[in-house]
């Protein structure tokens, strides 16, 4: 069965750099949320979409912005990257408010900045 | 601001032993919980939901039960395996709004069962 896609999977960006993370949700999904894990951390949630408009907002910076697209796929932009962004990036996708809510998480970013 | 608590936070086990994950939460407006398995570095492999409308949901040898009033939920793995040495977390997601169902996590558990 197709799973949520992430790519890329590693990225090693320096301070005040730019990195962009994409999200490709599982088929007929309609809802994506981005988490972010610090080290030893649990996950917590930076923002989700849903049919391609921004449907709830958590602990995301002002650096950060996401957006999803017309193929319901999903990028998050980070700007002036700091040492702490350093983390596990994951995406997960759900069939909205048709299905159970029920997410699927892909296998992660890890970033690291530098 | 909903909270969620697992105990213990680590506890390894001889191969064979059944045992028993705790995840409480503070508000109890919630749509639904989902417990999952993270190994080291990797991503979230989900192994239950439980609509909060439910009691218990079983999955070969696990078994999770809410009390969705005491703000309570339990995993239970029968017959451990070494296999199955993980973190596994207990995630609650809120009523929805505007389709988004976003999980709040718990700290984990972090399990080693022992050959």
């Known amino acids: 069965a197709a799973g949520v896609i992430q790519s890329p999977r590693h990225l090693i960006k320096e301070k005040r750099e730019t990195a962009t993370l994409k999200c490709y949700p599982i088929?007929?999904?309609?809802?994506v949320y981005w988490y972010q894990q610090g080290p030893g951390q649990d996950p917590q949630f930076l923002i989700s979409?849903?049919?391609?408009?921004?449907?709830d907002k958590g602990s995301i910076p002002d650096r950060f912005s996401a957006q999803q697209f017309s193929d319901y796929h999903s990028e998050l932009n980070m700007s002036s990257l700091e040492l702490g962004d350093s983390a596990l990036y994951f995406c997960?996708?759900?069939?909205?408010?048709?299905?159970?809510?029920?997410?699927?998480f892909g296998p992660g970013t890890r970033l690291t900045v530098t | 601001k909903q909270e969620v608590t697992q105990i213990p936070a680590a506890l390894s086990v001889p191969e064979g032993e059944n045992l028993v994950l705790n995840c409480s939460f503070t508000?109890?407006?919630?749509?639904?919980l989902q417990w999952f398995r993270q190994d080291p570095g990797k991503g979230l492999t989900s192994l239950l939901l439980?609509?909060?409308?439910?009691r218990e949901q079983t999955s070969g040898r696990l078994n999770a039960s809410l009390d969705k009033s005491s703000g309570r939920s339990t995993l239970y793995i029968a017959a451990s395996q070494p296999g199955d040495s993980a973190t596994y977390l207990c995630?609650?997601?809120?009523?929805?709004?505007?389709?988004?169902?976003?999980?709040?996590f718990g700290k984990g558990t972090k399990l080693s069962v022992i050959p």
């Open positions: 997960a996708s759900s069939q909205g408010t048709s299905g159970k809510g029920e997410q699927y």
């Open positions: 088929p007929r999904h309609d809802t």
């Open positions: 979409f849903y049919e391609k408009m921004q449907s």
């Open positions: 508000d109890s407006a919630i749509y639904n």
């Open positions: 439980i609509q909060s409308s439910q």
């Open positions: 995630a609650v997601s809120r009523e929805p709004g505007a389709g988004s169902y976003q999980l709040t």
